[in-house]
Protein backbone atom coordinates (compact mmCIF):
# COMPACT_ATOMS: atom_id res chain seq x y z
CA UNK A 1 0.00 0.00 0.00
CA UNK A 2 1.77 3.54 -0.61
CA UNK A 3 0.32 6.56 0.34
CA UNK A 4 0.76 10.23 -1.45
CA UNK A 5 0.77 13.68 0.52
CA UNK A 6 1.15 16.62 -1.98
CA UNK A 7 2.30 19.94 0.02
CA UNK A 8 3.48 22.91 -1.73
CA UNK A 9 0.29 24.44 -3.29
CA UNK A 10 -0.15 28.57 -2.78
CA UNK A 11 -1.68 31.75 -4.42
CA UNK A 12 1.07 33.53 -7.04
CA UNK A 13 0.90 36.31 -9.04
CA UNK A 14 1.04 35.56 -12.63
CA UNK A 15 4.74 34.66 -13.76
CA UNK A 16 5.72 33.24 -10.37
CA UNK A 17 7.36 30.17 -9.09
CA UNK A 18 6.15 26.95 -7.22
CA UNK A 19 7.61 24.19 -6.46
CA UNK A 20 4.67 20.86 -5.40
CA UNK A 21 6.57 17.66 -2.95
CA UNK A 22 4.51 14.84 -2.64
CA UNK A 23 5.55 12.22 0.14
CA UNK A 24 5.48 8.74 -0.68
CA UNK A 25 5.15 6.23 2.17
CA UNK A 26 4.24 2.75 2.49
CA UNK A 27 5.64 0.12 0.32
CA UNK A 28 5.88 0.70 -3.11
CA UNK A 29 8.84 -1.33 -5.26
CA UNK A 30 10.21 -0.31 -8.21
CA UNK A 31 9.19 0.50 -11.78
CA UNK A 32 6.56 3.01 -10.92
CA UNK A 33 5.15 5.71 -13.13
CA UNK A 34 4.13 8.45 -11.11
CA UNK A 35 2.50 11.32 -12.26
CA UNK A 36 1.02 15.06 -11.49
CA UNK A 37 -2.15 15.77 -12.68
CA UNK A 38 -4.33 18.83 -12.15
CA UNK A 39 -7.83 19.35 -11.79
CA UNK A 40 -10.82 22.31 -11.75
CA UNK A 41 -14.80 22.42 -11.85
CA UNK A 42 -14.67 22.97 -15.43
CA UNK A 43 -11.83 20.63 -17.18
CA UNK A 44 -11.66 17.17 -17.04
CA UNK A 45 -8.25 16.02 -14.77
CA UNK A 46 -5.19 16.37 -17.22
CA UNK A 47 -1.91 14.90 -16.75
CA UNK A 48 0.97 17.25 -16.32
CA UNK A 49 3.69 15.26 -16.08
CA UNK A 50 5.25 12.06 -15.15
CA UNK A 51 8.48 10.25 -14.06
CA UNK A 52 9.64 6.58 -14.49
CA UNK A 53 10.87 6.25 -10.82
CA UNK A 54 13.39 3.15 -12.11
CA UNK A 55 15.38 5.23 -14.18
CA UNK A 56 14.62 8.91 -14.10
CA UNK A 57 12.69 9.15 -17.30
CA UNK A 58 10.61 11.92 -17.98
CA UNK A 59 7.31 12.88 -19.87
CA UNK A 60 5.54 15.99 -20.30
CA UNK A 61 2.29 17.79 -21.32
CA UNK A 62 2.85 20.14 -24.03
CA UNK A 63 1.36 23.09 -21.79
CA UNK A 64 4.49 22.25 -19.70
CA UNK A 65 7.02 22.08 -21.15
CA UNK A 66 9.47 24.70 -21.06
CA UNK A 67 8.24 26.04 -17.82
CA UNK A 68 8.00 22.51 -15.36
CA UNK A 69 10.05 20.33 -14.39
CA UNK A 70 9.85 16.90 -12.53
CA UNK A 71 12.11 15.35 -10.29
CA UNK A 72 12.03 12.68 -7.52
CA UNK A 73 14.39 12.59 -4.56
CA UNK A 74 14.93 8.67 -3.65
CA UNK A 75 16.51 9.52 -0.64
CA UNK A 76 13.35 11.56 0.31
CA UNK A 77 10.74 9.04 -1.08
CA UNK A 78 9.52 12.62 -2.64
CA UNK A 79 8.44 13.18 -5.76
CA UNK A 80 8.38 17.28 -6.86
CA UNK A 81 7.03 19.82 -9.77
CA UNK A 82 8.71 22.54 -10.39
CA UNK A 83 6.74 25.57 -11.86
CA UNK A 84 8.20 28.36 -13.48
CA UNK A 85 6.09 31.02 -15.22
CA UNK A 86 3.49 30.18 -14.07
CA UNK A 87 0.01 31.33 -15.91
CA UNK A 88 -3.99 32.14 -14.83
CA UNK A 89 -4.63 28.66 -16.88
CA UNK A 90 -2.20 27.10 -14.46
CA UNK A 91 -4.65 27.60 -11.79
CA UNK A 92 -6.05 24.11 -10.46
CA UNK A 93 -6.04 21.74 -7.86
CA UNK A 94 -2.73 19.66 -8.38
CA UNK A 95 -2.74 15.86 -7.34
CA UNK A 96 0.12 13.24 -7.22
CA UNK A 97 -0.38 9.33 -8.70
CA UNK A 98 1.72 6.28 -9.07
CA UNK A 99 0.93 3.29 -10.92
CA UNK A 100 3.18 0.36 -10.79
CA UNK A 101 4.25 -0.09 -14.98
CA UNK A 102 6.45 -0.41 -17.41
CA UNK A 103 8.90 2.42 -18.70
CA UNK A 104 7.38 1.51 -22.08
CA UNK A 105 3.69 2.05 -21.04
CA UNK A 106 4.16 5.22 -18.43
CA UNK A 107 6.03 6.73 -22.21
CA UNK A 108 2.98 5.86 -24.54
CA UNK A 109 0.18 6.18 -21.48
CA UNK A 110 1.12 7.91 -18.59
CA UNK A 111 -1.28 10.37 -19.32
CA UNK A 112 -4.50 7.59 -18.73
CA UNK A 113 -5.39 8.57 -15.02
CA UNK A 114 -7.82 6.03 -14.41
CA UNK A 115 -5.04 3.51 -14.55
CA UNK A 116 -3.24 5.13 -11.23
CA UNK A 117 -3.87 3.41 -8.13
CA UNK A 118 -2.40 5.24 -5.58
CA UNK A 119 -3.76 9.22 -5.54
CA UNK A 120 -2.74 11.88 -2.92
CA UNK A 121 -5.39 14.53 -1.22
CA UNK A 122 -4.25 17.04 -3.53
CA UNK A 123 -2.63 20.68 -2.84
CA UNK A 124 -4.30 24.04 -4.93
CA UNK A 125 -2.62 26.26 -7.06
CA UNK A 126 -3.69 29.63 -7.84
CA UNK A 127 -2.38 31.87 -10.15
CA UNK A 128 -4.05 35.80 -10.29
CA UNK A 129 -3.20 37.63 -13.40
Known amino acids: QVQLAETGGDSVESGGSLRLSCLAS????????MGWFRQTPEKEREGVAA????????FYADSAVGRFAISQDNAKNTLYLQMNSLKPEDTAMYYC??????????????????????WGQGTQVTVSS
Open 97 to 118: AAVRSSRKWCNESWKTDRVYGY
Open 26 to 33: GHAGSGHC
Open 51 to 58: IYTADGST
